[in-house]
């Protein structure tokens, strides 16, 4: 399905450009942190930050701090949570450029690191997500040539097209053609399923048998013969 690679490639995309941000993100903290200076602040506040899609409520702290200089600075941390990572009253440890110390952070994971990590694990979600499809994809095209080329075949009888509901894309289930066959070897019936289509192929099913193509060293392996089902046009 060329939709489900171009989306594979997509989230492939889009994850290495979040891996990407989130080491730029990394590499620029650590050179905050190697050449901020240091102070004892204090929580004054508590900001609510309420998110209205997400129906949350999360406490952003309002700290104040002197300067080795001995200005008073007032600054919001960028970093909110629920519960309120600090208590007002709370004394912490402040962090602060040397040439802006406005440009100031409360030294702990959260206000340094939090972000990066998250934009880290998207990227590392997206990526996964987009490299398993695609190597899923890989796959079954390899498996599908290798079995037309050597596969042992079988005449199964056709059963009918269902949805699979194991498998949802762009919320959607695609079908998928049923077959049965019985084992003349060990007199068990099998159960064969094609590969996902999406369109319902069941006008185009004339035939009462379909051809099946077993993995001559691994039986379990197979791949029905389809060929005779036109293409999607995509485009």
Same mark, same amino acid.
């Given at each position: 399905?060329?939709?489900?690679?171009?989306?594979?490639?997509?989230?492939?995309?889009? %994850? &290495? !450009? #979040? *891996?990407?941000?989130?080491? =730029?993100?990394?590499?620029?903290?650590?050179?905050?942190?190697?050449?901020?200076?240091?102070?004892?602040?204090?929580?004054?506040?508590?900001?609510?930050?309420?998110?209205?899609?997400?129906?949350?409520?999360?406490?952003?702290?309002?700290?104040?701090?002197?300067?080795?200089?001995?200005?008073?600075?007032?600054?919001?941390?960028?970093?909110?949570?629920?519960?309120?990572?600090?208590?007002?009253?709370?004394?912490?440890?402040?962090?602060?450029?040397?040439?802006?110390?406005?440009?100031?952070?409360?030294?702990?994971?959260?206000?340094?690191?939090?972000?990066?990590?998250?934009?880290?694990?998207?990227?590392?979600?997206?990526?996964?997500?987009? %490299? &398993? !499809? #695609? *190597?899923?994809?890989?796959? =079954?095209?390899?498996?599908?040539?290798?079995?037309?080329?050597?596969?042992?075949?079988?005449?199964?009888?056709?059963?009918?097209?269902?949805?699979?509901?194991?498998?949802?894309?762009?919320?959607?289930?695609?079908?998928?053609?049923?077959?049965?066959?019985?084992?003349?070897?060990?007199?068990?019936?099998?159960?064969?399923?094609?590969?996902?289509?999406?369109?319902?192929?069941?006008?185009?099913?004339?035939?009462?048998?379909?051809?099946?193509?077993?993995?001559?060293?691994?039986?379990?392996?197979?791949?029905?013969?389809?060929?005779?089902?036109?293409?999607?046009?995509?485009?």
């Amino acid at each position: 399905m060329k939709k489900l690679r171009t989306f594979s490639i997509v989230f492939l995309i889009v %994850g &290495g !450009m #979040l *891996l990407l941000g989130a080491l =730029g993100w990394w590499n620029h903290t650590r050179k905050f942190v190697a050449t901020a200076q240091a102070a004892q602040g204090r929580v004054v506040e508590l900001i609510e930050v309420r998110n209205k899609e997400k129906d949350s409520l999360t406490y952003k702290p309002v700290v104040t701090y002197k300067t080795a200089g001995g200005h008073k600075i007032t600054f919001q941390s960028s970093f909110s949570s629920n519960p309120a990572p600090y208590a007002v009253g709370d004394v912490v440890q402040v962090l602060y450029a040397t040439g802006d110390p406005y440009d100031a952070r409360i030294d702990g994971y959260g206000s340094l690191w939090a972000g990066p990590t998250i934009i880290a694990v998207l990227g590392t979600v997206f990526s996964a997500v987009g %490299g &398993g !499809m #695609l *190597l899923v994809n890989q796959s =079954g095209r390899r498996k599908k040539k290798y079995l037309m080329a050597y596969g042992t075949a079988i005449d199964t009888d056709f059963q009918g097209v269902e949805r699979n509901t194991a498998f949802e894309f762009n919320k959607k289930n695609p079908w998928r053609i049923a077959t049965q066959w019985l084992d003349p070897n060990t007199n068990k019936l099998r159960v064969f399923y094609s590969e996902n289509f999406w369109f319902d192929p069941t006008r185009f099913v004339t035939r009462k048998q379909i051809n099946v193509l077993l993995d001559p060293r691994n039986p379990k392996r197979y791949h029905m013969d389809l060929s005779f089902l036109p293409e999607l046009d995509e485009g």
